[in-house]
């Protein structure tokens, strides 16, 4: 489906087309209304359900259970910081820093796991010791990263009068961004490509017969979902100020995995809502009673597990099936 | 050995049930506080000790059969996302809510060195050591020696045949995964008036284990134990010429190594691998 077919769809149903409208409403008029701390608190959510998204390219859409999605968010983030503080690169060059280095990295990680087709539990460990490695390595290295103190600021610059340091210029940067990646993964999973990727998850042997290269689409995957995720981790520094440890830490890998799971393995929607609705969720909720709400989306999560593996978005597509 | 400890329980569970075990750095964990308490009351290290592997392996038995068990037959990633839920999630933080984030320490039950020649090293740890090699040779003999040990191997090879022949396999799987978990309560246990208890303590330890029964060969006992004094080793004279921090990610780099060009590990089957 291109984005032709999209807009075909959304014009076809009344419904869909006056949410859509909506939710562009409501996120154009949203930094207007509310404060500068409100409009930051949202550029956060909507980084975060945008790495959520990468994330779910490899785990729902190619089935590599990654545990080191925090690592290339964090990678993203320190790439821009170090770039832009240390070695006074511009923003925007920071930006490229940060994604070529996630790239490489990705290449490093993943051609050797991925051609040799280590089975699921192997990748899972794999990946599990280059994310400890990564949140390790920005604690001991200090000179280079910061150690637990982070590395900062970074600010963004002004631009043609825009003032990118400001939290409602920033914010339209980022929603553009999003909704303009948000659509090419979209005509990227909608395409033969995509269909390919979830044939190879449903049965990877008879695909491989059919004379596909199944390692070689899933390494491409990955190194989609890994450049994907520094991406957003490098926005995200723009919006925090700083690459602290915890943007690597195996918290966080553990939070992007409820999110795809939450929102739905194998959706492209899901994980976004889930992502950017349970950091808004965890925010507020969270400095009322931290511990509570932790257990109660660990209890959440568990019973989307047991009970809706395919997650929301999966579930309400079968019921509309 | 503490390491050791730990791998050899999820070696058991991964090895038989082919589970991504997650909840067994929480249980481990949750030793570590049950032995804690129970010492604020008793004042005996070896009272808490025996009720935190008895309560812990209860525990165990009322997760599996209350959920785990529902995950057998499921994809990978389905059992390591549950256990991942109920593990680091769950558990941990209705600990951290109950207990606090603060560090309690253990007082050490037997104070004082031994002292070999030259050498002088903490009695307790050494009383660690033993109970170690200890239980190494016991599961080892158990797994080698007994009908139930055999009838964990004929599970493992077969559950169809196994069940037809006469093997409670249901009652296998939950032992086994019982035994796991008893053996990181017993860690959790014993490394209390080492490490003190806090609500990550589990969660290092297991990350280290996982790493440990791959290099070992997924599924071999005897991998395990051998891979865990390895990484034990490294660590710890790692810990005296660099930070223990580098040490750990030492260990952590060797383990991707192996992953990658042996990922049967030493005395693994290659019939795990995919």
Request: proline share 4%; charged share 10%; glycine share 12%.
């Amino acid at each position: 489906m291109n984005l032709g077919a999209l807009s075909e769809r959304l014009s076809a149903s009344p419904r869909v087309q006056a949410i859509v409208a909506l939710v562009v409403v409501i996120a154009l008029v949203l930094p207007i209304v509310t404060s500068g701390f409100v409009t930051g608190l949202l550029i956060e959510a909507i980084l975060l359900g945008l790495f959520a998204v990468a994330v779910n390219i490899a785990l729902g859409y190619s089935g590599l259970i990654t545990l080191a999605p925090a690592f290339f968010f964090g990678l993203g983030a320190y790439g821009l910081a170090i770039s832009t503080v240390d070695y006074g690169v511009s923003f925007w060059v920071g930006f490229v820093v940060a994604v070529l280095l996630s790239l490489v990295f990705a290449i490093i990680v993943g051609f050797a796991p991925i051609r040799r087709g280590i089975g699921p539990a192997y990748f899972a460990m794999f990946t599990l010791a280059i994310g400890v490695i990564g949140y390790d390595f920005t604690y001991v290295t200090t000179s280079v990263t910061g150690g637990s103190n982070g590395k900062g600021y970074v600010v963004p610059p002004e631009i043609l009068g825009l003032d990118f340091g400001e939290p409602v210029v920033y914010y339209y940067f980022v929603l553009l961004i999003t909704i303009v990646v948000m659509a090419g993964i979209y005509r990227l999973l909608s395409s033969d490509y995509g269909m390919v990727l979830h044939a190879i998850r449903q049965s990877e042997h008879r695909m491989r017969y059919l004379g596909y290269g199944t390692r070689r689409e899933k390494f491409n995957a990955w190194l989609i979902s890994c450049v994907l995720s520094s991406f957003a981790g490098a926005l995200y520094v723009g919006q925090l100020g700083l690459a602290a440890p915890s943007l690597m830490s195996f918290d966080l890998t553990g939070e992007v995995l409820i999110w795809v799971v939450i929102g739905g393995v194998g959706t492209i929607a899901g994980p976004f809502i889930a992502g950017f609705g349970l950091t808004l969720i965890e925010h507020y909720l969270g400095s009322i009673w931290t511990e509570g709400y932790l257990i109660l989306i660990g209890i959440l999560f568990v019973s989307f597990v047991f009970l809706l593996p395919e997650g929301i978005i999966g579930f309400l597509k079968e019921r509309r099936e | 050995m503490i390491i050791f400890l730990t791998a050899s329980g999820l070696t058991l569970i991964f090895g038989l049930i082919g589970l991504i075990n997650f909840t067994h750095g929480a249980l481990f964990t949750m030793s570590g506080y049950v032995t804690m308490t129970t010492i604020q009351f008793t004042g005996n290290f070896w009272v808490g000790l025996l009720a935190g592997v008895i309560v812990v392996s209860l525990f165990g038995l009322l997760l599996e059969r209350s959920l785990i068990q529902w995950l057998y037959n499921e994809e990978p990633l389905l059992g390591f996302l549950a256990t991942f839920g109920i593990g680091p999630l769950i558990l941990r933080e209705v600990m951290r809510a109950y207990f606090g984030g603060q560090t309690y320490s253990v007082p050490n039950p037997i104070p004082g060195s031994l002292v070999v020649g030259p050498v002088s090293y903490p009695t307790y740890r050494t009383l660690v050591i033993v109970i170690g090699f200890a239980v190494a040779l016991g599961i080892g003999l158990l797994l080698s020696r007994t009908r139930f040990g055999l009838e964990i191997y004929a599970t493992t090879a077969d559950t169809d045949t196994a069940e037809i022949l006469g093997t409670d396999t249901t009652r296998v799987y939950t032992a086994t995964f019982v035994l796991g978990i008893a053996l990181a309560a017993l860690a959790g246990g014993l490394v209390s008036p080492i490490t003190a208890v806090y609500p990550d303590l589990g969660l290092g330890f297991m990350l280290i284990a996982f790493l440990v029964i791959i290099v070992g060969g997924m599924g071999s006992f005897k991998g395990s134990f051998v891979a865990s004094i390895l990484a034990g080793q490294i660590i710890s004279f790692g810990s005296t010429v660099v930070s223990p921090t580098y040490a750990t990610m030492g260990v952590f780099f060797i383990a991707m190594i192996v992953i990658l060009f042996r990922p049967t590990g030493f005395y693994g089957k290659t019939e795990v691998l995919e």
